[in-house]
């Protein structure tokens, strides 16, 4: 089973640029940030008639996550437990209900600039509850991960000028901290289990010419639980999609699982 995850940075800009990955890749399971859309204004049809199930978390003009999968869902939850008054459309997950069953949660984590401020603040609060989720989900026995857009560098091999990023939100040691402690659970970051590397990037800023220089990070990622970390077969960066007209600052990444 293929699942990927990517920002597209808004399905209205973008949606060629999906389109066109979709065919050429062909993923099993696509889980989408920032769509940027209201549920009843997203292109499902068009996905449909590609043969995916289609499940959103939208918001106007803002943020937004989708599911879209050839394999039918259940279980299917909007927004990261533990605030009832959070109305941001950051969360969803479903249960993939394959040979192995698999769950999959679609998450799109607070940026947090400015530093310090409000929007750091719900950083932070946000992966608490996202630890005590992500605590909860090791206790299943079924096969689960995580996998998104985490806005955030985990180590300094993940960006290519660790200086430029110091005081940035993205890359301050609480933001470093928090990640590692969900790790720590029990987690596998996917892609560094694969590619030790440096210098493999999943976003590039449009300006400065940032995707020309190379000057990346690492931010999206696949964070597997134990059951899932057993079928890992591969995960890869699809570093070339920055390269195409009109394209998302972030590039898909996608895992395969032997399901």
Not at 57 to 70: D, E, P, R, T, Y
Not at 152 to 174: G, M, R
Not at 180 to 197: E, S, W, Y
Request: proline residues 7%; charged residues 25%; contains cysteine.
């Amino acid at each position: 089973m293929k699942i990927a995850t990517y920002n597209i940075n808004g399905i209205k800009a973008r949606l060629p640029r999906i389109l066109e990955w979709l065919d050429e890749t062909m993923p099993d399971v696509a889980l989408l940030q920032e769509i940027k859309s209201i549920d009843e204004n997203f292109p499902k049809t068009i996905f449909e008639n590609k043969g995916y199930i289609v499940e959103t978390h939208g918001q106007k003009s803002f943020n937004g996550v989708a599911i879209l999968s050839k394999i039918p869902l259940e279980d299917i939850r909007r927004g990261l437990p533990g605030d009832n008054t959070d109305e941001q459309a950051r969360w969803i997950e479903a249960t993939v209900m394959a040979e192995v069953p698999i769950k999959v949660c679609c998450l799109y984590l607070p940026n947090g600039n400015p530093v310090p401020g409000p929007k750091y603040d719900y950083k932070i609060s946000w992966m608490k509850r996202l630890y005590s989720r992500a605590n909860d989900l090791l206790m299943l026995e079924e096969p689960a991960l995580i996998a998104g857009d985490y806005n955030v560098i985990p180590q300094s091999e993940d960006v290519n000028t660790p200086a430029n990023w110091e005081t940035d939100a993205l890359f301050l040691p609480e933001s470093r901290n928090a990640f590692q402690k969900i790790v720590n659970l029990g987690f596998t970051d996917a892609f560094r289990c694969i590619n030790p590397h440096p210098m493999n990037y999943t976003f590039w800023d449009f300006q400065a010419g940032a995707w020309n220089k190379n000057e990346g990070i690492r931010i999206d990622h696949f964070l597997l639980n134990p059951n899932s970390a057993d079928l890992l077969k591969d995960c890869q960066i699809d570093r070339y999609m920055r390269g195409r007209e009109k394209p998302s600052d972030h590039v898909p990444i996608w895992v395969e699982l032997d399901i």
